[in-house]
């Protein structure tokens, strides 16, 4: 069983920055997938990004409405997935959630709110 928190999140305003991070309470480096997702009001949980080990090669992979803002990083030693968002818009508010991913096993974590308002 592994357990995922979320931290980071907060009231930012548009154009600004934050930096999500994903702490895992067992060992990241087993799971090949490790992503963020979000969940606006109203609206179904969304895919954000994913960093994809394999083969001895890491890549990472983003939903197009985040690509050149959103960055997804992985530090195998800490146990911890990092989600940098930069020139946040008021469409990015939601509750961000991560997920570790392995041979169809999935965990999540329980979300952290990020708010984009003036």
């Known amino acids: 069983q592994v357990q995922l928190v979320e931290s980071g999140g907060g009231l930012v305003q548009p154009g600004g920055s934050l930096r999500l991070s994903c702490a895992a309470s067992g060992r990241i480096v087993s799971f090949n997938v490790m992503s963020w997702f979000r969940q606006a009001p109203g609206k179904q949980r969304e895919f954000i990004a994913s960093t994809i080990s394999g083969g001895g090669a890491t890549y990472a992979d983003y939903t197009d409405s985040v690509k050149g803002r959103f960055t997804i990083s992985r530090d195998n030693a800490k146990n911890t997935v990092y989600l940098q968002m930069n020139a946040l818009k008021p469409e990015d508010t939601a509750v961000y959630y991560c997920?570790?991913?392995?041979?169809?096993?999935?965990?999540w974590g329980q979300g952290t709110q990020v708010t984009v308002s003036s």
């Open positions: 997920r570790a991913s392995r041979g169809g096993i999935s965990y």
